[in-house]
């Protein structure tokens, strides 16, 4: 899967890759700190969207990840004066995004904050 994802992300570096703002045809983009982790879980287009799409949208992933017929793209999200964690994780099963979930860790007094589209979408 990293491979994959290498090829993919330097794929995407090579034609263009699609600008902060842009969004897919499935409405997916680049979540950033102003992002409304809530709302853009809840709006999320689970088992529509590729891990190919993801790449050339969100970009290259921080971190990847194959656990149990799962792959795994994490994507930091630089929090003001590096206090903390946020990361975003798409989880891709079958070729689609199944679920993504978000994490805020010790950013804000210290709470840590996680969130799940499945969850918020009532799947």
Do not use: W
């Amino acid at each position: 899967m990293k491979r994959l994802v290498l090829l993919l992300g330097f794929f995407c570096l090579g034609l263009g890759m699609a600008h902060a703002g842009d969004a897919s045809p499935n409405g997916v983009y680049r979540p950033t700190l102003a992002t409304n982790a809530r709302s853009y879980l809840k709006k999320f287009p689970l088992n529509r969207v590729s891990p190919d799409e993801i790449v050339q949208y969100v970009g290259t992933p921080d971190k990847t990840a194959s656990i149990a017929g799962s792959d795994y793209l994490t994507y930091n999200i630089e929090p003001k004066k590096g206090n903390g964690i946020i990361e975003y994780t798409f989880i891709v099963k079958g070729g689609v995004v199944v679920n993504v979930t978000y994490l805020n860790s010790g950013n804000f007094f210290g709470v840590t904050q996680r969130e799940s589209a499945v969850q918020l979408q009532g799947h």
